[in-house]
Nanobody, 115 residues
Framework: VQLQASGGGLVQAGGSRRLSCVASGKILSLDDMGWYRQVPGKQRELVAKIARGGTTNYADSVKGRFTISRDNTKNTVYLQMNSLKPEDTAVYYC??????????WGQGTLVTVSS
């Protein structure tokens, strides 16, 4: 399974951005899908994840501002980011679990929020 993330870029504080991540390859079924982010010098952290059935979990720092969703027919996960803050600046990675506990990661897409 390969993941291709897109949608990163430069946005002003208070603005919005939508990230997309498409899975391809030999896909029978994708389980949990999620978005993580990482800034230099810090560990990668979970931003949001969504189960195949739609149950979601969010980091406290993004609750109420970010929304994760998925389209199982397109093997795609989205992250709608609103009310962006400079501290949201990071490389965002998508990930999915599939098969018997396998993990796949996208290449990362940079989101820069200017103040």
């Amino acid at each position: 399974v390969q993941l291709q993330a897109s949608g990163g870029g430069l946005v002003q504080a208070g603005g919005s951005r939508r990230l997309s991540c498409v899975a391809s390859g030999k896909i029978l079924s994708l389980d949990d899908m999620g978005w993580y982010r990482q800034v230099p010098g810090k560990q990668r952290e979970l931003v949001a994840k969504i189960a195949r059935g739609g149950t979601t979990n969010y980091a406290d720092s993004v609750k109420g501002r970010f929304t994760i969703s998925r389209d199982n027919t397109k093997n795609t996960v989205y992250l709608q980011m609103n009310s962006l803050k400079p501290e949201d600046t990071a490389v965002y990675y998508c990930s999915t679990k599939y098969g018997s506990g396998m993990d796949a990661w996208g290449q990362g897409t940079l989101v820069t929020v200017s103040s």
